[in-house]
């Protein structure tokens, strides 16, 4: 504590005065000075390694993995001090996303022939729309987007969006689109 005040105040006075006043010595401050300094070079080198192998991790370590990559770096620590560490130094792991399967193609419906045949260049608006289920990670969970788009001029005609992924989210979307009256030159139903 005293050694940090006359660090902190030796632009303003002599470090001879303060240790005086202070009744300690000055070869102390010095020995002090000298160890903080390789405290703070050592921190640097711990520092630098944990961003070394949290890059070479492509930022996918958590704390057990980088322990163990900083082992391997010839630095011990535990799982502790990797945590505080890595939150000093903002050093947050990406979580792989889980995958979800969406498409059942083992069902007994009856599948509807392709009738564009992969032609997707349409002379004429609202001639042929295409639809498509996506699905978005949200904080409450998985949400289910259906789009309807117009091939001609490539804008979207129509969604819907569900929590569940059923017939009602397709249907829901293609309503959608059909109750634009500027939008529909002609019925297609």
Known sequence: MKFSFIDAERAYFPIEVIAKVLLVSVSGFYAWQKRVK?????????????????????KTYGKKRMQAGLKRAGILLSLETIKKV?????????????????????????????????????????????????????????????VVLDLNSRSIVGWSMQDRMTADLALAALQNSTQKPWLCTKDIS
């Open 38 to 58: 390789s405290k703070l070079t050592a921190q640097n080198e711990i520092e630098a390694a944990f961003k070394k192998v949290f890059l070479e991790s492509r």
């Open 86 to 146: 890595m939150k000093k130094l903002q050093l947050k792991a990406k979580t792989r996303r889980k995958f979800k399967a969406t498409t059942n193609s083992a069902h007994s419906h009856y599948v509807f022939p392709n009738l564009l045949a992969q032609h997707f260049s349409v002379p004429v608006l609202n001639h042929s729309w295409v639809s498509d289920i996506t699905y978005v990670k949200t904080s409450k969970g998985w949400l289910y987007l259906c």
